[in-house]
């Protein structure tokens, strides 16, 4: 009897040992290369989880393209090859449009607009609703401000010098917007747009903010620099994490993980404008001669936007109801926001029709 208790006994600690093990290791990928420095947000993170989870969880950072190729990140988590995954939402658009809208905004939500609706206004929600449909848990953790703008060789500063040009594009809203304004989108990951602009195979590109965009070295194969970035008001980064395994780890570790990623959000919006600014100057230096877009232009790109997004809204419900919410939290924001300005944080755009696009949600 005595013996058949300890073999008992044994067997209950190997299965715990075993649930254990499961859970304390977790392999993490990117869709960013070491080459581009959005990876940093990514490694920043991995960095805060692993101290905050203790010996609770440790998780195994790979840059992207080591253990899939980028494009194939998303189906890598949801089927748990890896049990978590760095993203931009929007690669994700032709699986949900709503992925739009959670991961940037054609000239509507700036950084900190994101980051109010993120925590206080319902957004979190709304990622792991859209994520939860294909068996994810998502915890955003980056942003940035507004993207650089297009990269070319030929000088774009009116709406005409944007016709017949083929420009690398990001962005479902975004490559219908360009084409309505005569350009056409060229689909490409970021590690290919050095070699396109360099061939010719591409007349100009956009990617991200200027440290991103000076990391990629777009400033030795293009000669002017069109900004602001109206196509990309703000950008969203995060982790996709497998639902199994988020099930699998304890309240204490999910709980860990989640104040990881609140942290790195607020420090990813101070650091990459921090080297953004650096990287403003490293491009002036470079030789590149930069051109802003004047307000009447920007007034234009904002009406044509608003009609954009209430057409690709209503295409989707789900769409819809990611949009529907951060007009609303606009809306809400926008009665303390104008009442005190100039001192408040950014705009606030006159944006789309919400009721046509609270129609198309409900």
């Known amino acids: 009897m005595k013996l058949k208790s300890t073999l008992a006994g044994l067997a209950l600690c190997a299965g715990v040992a075993t649930q254990a093990a499961a859970q304390d290791s977790w392999t993490m990928t990117t869709t960013w290369p070491t080459s581009l420095e959005l990876i940093e947000i990514d490694k920043h993170f991995v960095d805060l ?13 790979f840059e992207g393209g080591s253990l899939v190729p980028a494009g194939e990140v998303f189906g890598a988590v949801e089927s748990n090859t890896v049990q978590a995954g760095a993203d931009w939402p929007g690669y994700w658009a032709g699986r949900n449009s709503a992925f739009s809208p959670l991961a940037t905004t054609a000239s509507l939500f700036n950084a900190v607009d994101y980051v109010n609706w993120i925590e206080q206004w319902g957004g979190k929600e ?73 061939r010719g195979v591409i007349d100009g590109a956009e990617f991200s903010t200027p440290n991103v965009d000076f990391s990629g070295g777009f400033q030795q194969v293009t000669k002017y620099w069109a900004t602001p970035g109206w196509h990309q008001s703000a950008s969203i980064f995060g982790v996709m994490i497998n639902k199994g395994a988020w099930d699998a780890l304890s309240d204490e570790t999910r709980e860990a993980l989640e104040i990881a990623a609140q942290a790195n959000l607020v420090w990813s919006l101070s650091f990459t404008e921090k080297r953004a600014t650096e990287a403003y100057q490293q491009f002036l230096d470079a030789g590149i001669e930069i051109n802003r877009y004047d307000d009447e232009t920007l007034t ?33 924001y926008a009665k303390w926001r104008d009442a005190s300005a100039p001192f408040n944080l950014g705009r606030t755009p006159n944006g789309p029709d919400i009721e046509k696009i609270r129609a198309c949600a409900e």
Do not use: H, W
């Not at 692993?50 to 969880?57: C, H, P, S, V, Y």
């Not at 709304?126 to 955003?140: A, R, S, T």
């Not at 942003?143 to 040009?165: A, H, M, P, W, Y």
């Open 300 to 332: 234009k790109v904002q009406e044509m936007a608003n009609e954009t997004i209430e057409e690709t809204a209503c295409e989707n419900p789900d769409s819809a109801k990611v949009y529907l919410s951060q007009l609303e939290y606009l809306n809400d």
């Open 126 to 198: 709304l990622y792991n609703e859209i994520y939860g449909k294909f068996g994810m848990v998502y915890l955003p953790y980056g942003v940035t401000n507004n993207e650089s703008g297009f990269r070319t060789n030929e000088q774009i500063v009116t709406l005409e010098d944007l016709k017949g040009k083929r420009l690398r594009l990001s962005g479902l809203e975004q490559g219908r917007l360009l084409e309505k304004l005569g350009g056409s989108q060229v689909s490409m990951a970021g590690g290919e747009i050095y070699q396109s602009l360099e």
């Open 49 to 61: 989880a692993n101290k905050l989870t203790g010996d609770d969880l440790t998780i195994e950072f």
